[in-house]
Nanobody, 121 residues
Framework: VQLMESGGGLVQAGESLRLSCVAS????????MAWYRQAPGKQRELVAS???????DYGDFAQGRFTVSRDNAKNTVFLQMDNLKSDDTAVYYC????????????????WGQGAQVTVST
């Protein structure tokens, strides 16, 4: 399984970005998917997750500003980020697999290479 993120870049505070993550290989549409981020000197943290059926969960900082979605037909998960702040500057990683809250099955975990998001003030 390979995950390829795209859509990162440099934006000004208040602007928006949309990240995409395309999964290739033996991945099922029931697998949970998630976005994490890691800023310099900080631990990796959960941004948003989405189950195979579309149930979502967000980190507190992402509530109301970020939206995660998926297109199972295209094996793609998206992260729409609005009203970006300088604190959102980080490398954003796509994750596939892990434990499904719906099926309670555990799937192998895969990570993408990361996409840099830089928000200037």
């Amino acid at each position: 399984v390979q995950l390829m993120e795209s859509g990162g870049g440099l934006v000004q505070a208040g602007e928006s970005l949309r990240l995409s993550c395309v999964a290739s290989g033996s991945i099922s549409r029931i697998w949970p998917m998630a976005w994490y981020r890691q800023a310099p000197g900080k631990q990796r943290e959960l941004v948003a997750s989405i189950t195979g059926s579309g149930a979502t969960d967000y980190g507190d900082f992402a509530q109301g500003r970020f939206t995660v979605s998926r297109d199972n037909a295209k094996n793609t998960v998206f992260l729409q980020m609005d009203n970006l702040k300088s604190d959102d500057t980080a490398v954003y990683y796509c994750k596939a697999g892990g434990r499904s809250a719906e099926s309670r099955l555990s799937h192998p975990i895969y990570w993408g290479q990361g996409a840099q998001v830089t928000v200037s003030t």
